[in-house]
């Protein structure tokens, strides 16, 4: 591999951000008495548009606030919603806390990793799935749960998330058409 | 006991998170009010209500508001916890996304009580739809003037702002919850000095939970009596029960306080799957001391939990039927915990861990007759050993667990495997 592509791979080439976007910075810098208060905010708006938090954003968010680049990476290892690496273009994110055990969702999740041909963590070799068993979501009463991209999917069965899975490849065949 | 509705009388209205219907509905009566008594008015007011914090502690709100100095030259701050994490609590959400109105109008009465012009919604990064509905909600109510400077020509001055967090169950701790407001790392602090007197920027802060705050509208338009009488003494008003597991019609219900957990199992939500025996439930959150069937005759109130070793919490109810090994669920809520310990206090970060794997490996099969004994050290030195309760939330329940099931637990040595079958489908289906 090249210097160069890995410096891409692993996101070291210097990230230019959308002026909306840092413009949204500006604004959120706004709402409180000090910088670094924004961070998490920032962070977030970052990876909403990145997918993912290579080391060069992180270090274009430290410059926008002003702090020192650890500080940025302390607290973005801290957080399990922050992303250091890239994941697949679907994020499949299934609950195995208590509530979701109780209800299948241990079974669940094999059943997905099982039809993906992976493990919890990985991604599939076409780049179009990334499962992870996540802690509790929060919405035990429609329990299994499972998050898409961060959108909640409850009450959930294998018969269902075979749905969710052709769909959801289907947008992915969709996008590729149009895209 | 028909259910008595407060915070869940919107929810199922069309557009119930809009500003039109909210305020058609007597939204804002109680913001107005507010502003036509002084604070400390207010504070008696919330006060003589026997408003207790729902974010699992139980303390008093009107008290915690009155603990902040009148006196400070700094400026005072509100957050508002709607990191709603804990496992089986899942009703600030709903409060959120269907009617986040009564949760801005309930923080703005807070603010003007405590002296505060900025509050702050720290909401968990993962509830986006929570997210979208407050930022809209907090929109139109500045459009409406009912945020923003100089509210309805009171002279008084509001802002609110949401603040995501990013996926720690730590943050749900006050002053971890503050860390993180500032843009660190989500760990706690040592009190004193207490929130109430430095807190959020250094300058005296209260932290309450969304569903505490949303009472507070209603309390100053009807009144401390008539939200007393929902409850038994010292427990007022109505609460939102989340009930997940192993029964027939899991989900959120508004009861009063004091409702009969067994009513709350067998009539509201129609009894155990399948009619199965009810082997156990965990009354309040994860880290509420675990109940069996014979102690489901219980008030769900703070006091009536606390008589009997458990705690309401949170609300939230997790029911295991007789299918469901003890000793895995256990062993779940240990992993949680070592996942969720923010490692600063050595007690929990290496206490709760080494409480995960005794219960791993005694669920695995490979468990020894003196993991019993184990198990419940350890918990003992974790229990009050520590900066903030996360070890504590982990600590009591798994010693209930043991304490309780110890014959599940000793089986499980005895056979050297799950003796409620197999590892993976221990769980009940």
Known sequence: MSTQTKRREQGEDAVRLRPETEQRVMELLKRYPVAEAALIPVLHLVQDELDWLPVAALDRVAELLSLPRVRVYGVVSFYSMFRREKAGRFRLEICTNLSCSLMGATHLSEHLCQKLGLRPGQTTADGLFTVEEVECLGACGCAPVMLVNGEFHENLDPAKLDELLDALRAEAKEGAHHG | MAEEKVLSARFLKKDSHRLQGYVKDGGYEGWKKALSLTPEQVIERVKAASLRGRGGAGFPAGMKWSFVPKTVNKPKYLCVNADEGEPGTFKDRYIMELDPHALIEGAAIACFAIGAAVAYIYVRGEFKKSIARLEQAIAEAREAGFLGMNILGSGVSVEMWVHPGAGAYICGEETALI???????????????????????????????????????????????????????????????GVSGHVKRPGLYELPMGTRLSSILYDTCGGIRKDRKLKAVIPGGSSTPVLTA????????????????????????????????????????????????????????????????????????????????????ICDNIQGHTICPLGDACAMPIRAFVQKFRAEFEAHVREACCTMGPYVTGWGR
């Open chain 2, 179 to 241: 860390e993180s407001n500032e843009g660190h790392r989500g760990m706690p602090r040592i009190k004193p000095p207490f929130p109430a007197v430095v807190g959020l920027f250094g300058g005296p802060t209260v932290v309450n939970n969304v569903e505490t705050l949303s009472y507070v509208p209603h309390i100053l338009n009807r009144g401390a009596e008539w939200f007393n009488a929902m409850g038994p003494e010292k427990n007022g008003g109505t609460k939102l029960f």
């Open chain 2, 294 to 377: 014979d102690e489901i005759d219980v008030a769900m109130d703070f006091d009536s939990l606390a008589k009997i070793g458990s705690m309401l919490g949170s609300g939230g109810i997790i029911v295991l039927d007789e299918t469901t090994c003890v000793v895995r669920a256990a062993a779940r809520l240990a992993h949680f915990y070592a996942h969720e310990s923010c490692g600063q206090c050595t007690p929990c970060r290496e206490g709760v861990a080494w409480v995960s794997r005794v219960l791993e490996r005694i669920e695995g099969g490979k468990g020894r007759e003196e993991d019993l004994p184990l198990l419940l050290s």
